[in-house]
């Protein structure tokens, strides 16, 4: 399947390449250049498959693992070899003039292919027991691998192909020793991204003359030049796959991944401006090219292959949502559902108990969600490759498993699925994750930033700005017992979430007590409880209610009636509200105060709709739970 559908990705777009060579090559080139040579290599230009840009763009839209990722990825290698042996034969036919003159280089080169493939890689064997029984590089064989390099890229530049060829081959030809071919990588890749790529980059820049596109026709050719190359791969490759069995929708996300040119297009076209194949004006073309097919792939991926569509990554992936029906056929609400974002799963079990304890009721399906997600360094180094990538996954899935198994009480366990993901921007990433999976909870740990007064900015108020659901932020003291809880009530839309999550608590967990605390002024007149609240109260079991006290107290700073209350909670639930100076997407100067002055844990909830309150919500949101 690989092999058609990446054969057929080059052969459709060196095919258009070397007809649209016909038109532009007595407008474009140098009439010292043979139409052979220019069709060639115009053909190996359209037909290039940039590997590293497209690992890049796998691991980062989570494809590593999956069907079409690893298609993508043995593809984009074989077309990688192919590419460049059609590159190889097009860089000595522009050397030598012919296809007959070229022959005797075509011939070195397979015999420099045949020594390196057979006693090449048989010597550089040894180089992996050596490294097996030493453990590490040292200095010197680090030197001899770089001067083989050289001496590898020396030896095919006066077999008459390019220099880069021999350095490509010694590395083809390494032994593939993972822990090796991790140190080598680390020790080279600082000197490579920091400072030749950079360089390489200028390079072609100062190179890339838009000034010579100057003209109507010139940018129409541009345009051709642009359709002719996307049009050639994504064609091939759609149907190539689609004769191999793929369904449509992978076939198309395929057709645009085998697009990514990017930095491999830049090298292939920088030789063929060395070497005067191209010229000055068809290479800014070709750049151009480039970038606009690198730059749409995800894009253009995401609209054909939407991550909703990706499930990776999900330790016992659930099944269908369950629904139940009751007398009257009428459906049961869905299971209730938790997103729980962990940083380090071997220091925040006490957020995820505190999820699973919201959401566990043996009445009612629950999920609770840990994610987990993978932030990738900007730059395209090693430990950013698809391989390395589901190395730490499966890391992390370990750490998650075990934070799962000690979990209480062990019947809760069954309803954890943490998910993990790799992510450039952990906070968009959540909030698209919770409305993926219909979270109706957010609950992150607090945390300071390092460069803010803010103690609830950074990541935690990006979630409060960008997530569409109900966000809670956890402030946890490392008390583990959930025995008595305390929810300062001003009867506004947060602390009605506040209230809600309390309830939850109060029906789960039978050995729970509440306090529910009214804090009035000196001046203001102490009203009895809103008749939402009274009525909410009235349907409650009385089991339930008996584990209710609801108190009001007058102080002239409400912040210190909170705090010397939670003197005797296990956990503060206070919802975000402006009476403590709330602004709309953060939780303000105030609330971070209580997180800090707060003796118990603490609960900071925020309700995404603010329209009205949801005091007769939250009836409907427990009314399952403690009906019997």
């Known amino acids: 399947m690989a092999v058609l559908t990446s054969h057929v990705s080059i052969l459709v777009p060196f095919s258009l390449g070397t007809l649209l060579a016909v038109l532009i090559y007595p407008l474009l080139s140098d009439a010292s250049v043979s139409f052979t040579a220019f069709a060639m290599f115009l053909g190996a230009a359209m037909s290039i498959t940039a590997f590293p840009v497209l690992a890049r763009i796998i691991t980062e839209n989570n494809l590593q693992g999956t069907r079409l990722g690893t298609l993508a990825l043995t593809c984009a290698a074989v077309d990688d070899v192919t590419a460049w042996c059609v590159l190889a034969v097009a860089i000595a036919v522009a050397r030598t003039g012919s296809i007959a003159s070229a022959f005797p280089t075509i011939i070195a080169s397979l015999v420099y292919i045949g020594i390196m493939v057979t006693l090449g890689r048989n010597f550089l064997s040894r180089l992996a027991t050596y490294y097996r029984r030493v453990g590490r590089l040292s200095q010197l064989v680090l030197a001899f691998i770089y001067i083989g390099v050289v001496a590898s890229a020396l030896i095919t530049e006066l077999i008459g192909i390019h220099l880069i060829f021999g350095a490509f081959l010694l590395g083809a030809i390494m032994p593939k020793n993972a822990e090796l071919v991790k140190e080598l990588a680390l020790k080279t890749e600082d000197f490579v991204l920091t400072f030749l790529l950079p360089v390489f980059f200028a390079y072609s820049g100062l190179r890339t003359e838009i000034g010579l596109l100057n003209s109507p026709e010139l940018w129409m050719l541009c345009a051709l030049v642009l359709v002719v190359a996307i049009a050639g791969k994504y064609v091939g490759t759609y149907i190539a796959a689609r004769v191999s069995g793929i369904e449509k929708r992978e076939a198309s996300a395929l057709g645009w991944l085998m697009n990514t040119r990017g930095l491999t297009e830049l090298i292939v076209l920088n030789i063929g401006l060395e070497l005067k194949v191209i010229s000055p004006l068809l290479f800014t073309i070709l750049v151009i090219m480039a970038l606009v097919t690198t730059f749409m792939t995800s894009p253009l991926l995401e609209w054909t292959y939407p991550k909703k569509l990706i499930r990776l990554n999900v330790i016992e992936p659930e099944a269908e949502t369950p629904v139940e029906t009751v007398a009257g056929n009428e459906a049961v609400s869905r299971p209730y559902r938790i997103l729980v974002p962990v940083a380090n799963p071997e220091s925040q079990k006490g957020l995820v108990q505190l999820a699973v304890a919201i959401a566990f009721n043996n009445k009612q399906p629950a999920i609770v969600n840990p994610l987990s997600l993978i932030e990738l360094q900007e730059d395209y180094a090693f430990e950013s490759t698809p391989v390395e990538v589901d ?94 809880l305390l929810v300062p009530y001003s009867a506004n839309i947060h602390d009605d979430l506040a209230l809600t999550l309390a309830l939850r608590l109060l029906v789960n967990i039978d050995t729970c007590h509440l306090r529910l605390l009214r804090v009035v002024s000196e001046n203001q007149v102490k009203e009895e409880l ?39 909670t296990d956990l503060t639930i206070a919802g975000a509200s402006r009476a403590w100076g709330i602004e709309r997407q953060t939780l303000g100067r105030y609330t971070d105060e209580l997180a800090i002055q707060c003796r118990s844990s603490l609960l900071i909830t925020r309700r995404y709709s603010q329209i009205t309150s949801h005091l007769a919500s939250v009836l409907t949101e427990i009314k399952s739970e403690v009906t019997s």
Not at 546 to 568: G, K, L
């Open 530 to 568: 809103s008749y939402e609240l009274r009525t909410l109260m009235e349907q409650l079991p009385q089991s339930v209610r008996d584990r209710i006290d609801i108190t009001s107290v007058e102080a002239a700073e409400p912040m210190q009636a909170v705090v010397a209350a939670s003197e005797s």
């Open 391 to 484: 190395k730490l996954i499966q890391q992390r899935r370990l750490q998650l498993e075990e934070l799962i198994q000690r979990l209480e009480p062990p019947a809760a366990r069954a309803c954890v699925h943490p998910i993990i993901r790799v992510s450039h921007n952990v906070a968009r990433e959540t909030a698209q994750i919770a409305a993926l999976e219909q979270a109706d909870l957010i609950i992150v740990g607090w945390h300071r930033p390092a460069f803010s007064n803010n103690r609830l900015g950074g990541r935690v108020g990006q979630i409060l700005a960008t997530a569409t659901v109900d966000v809670a932020v956890f402030v946890d003291r490392g008390e583990e017992r959930l025995e008595s």
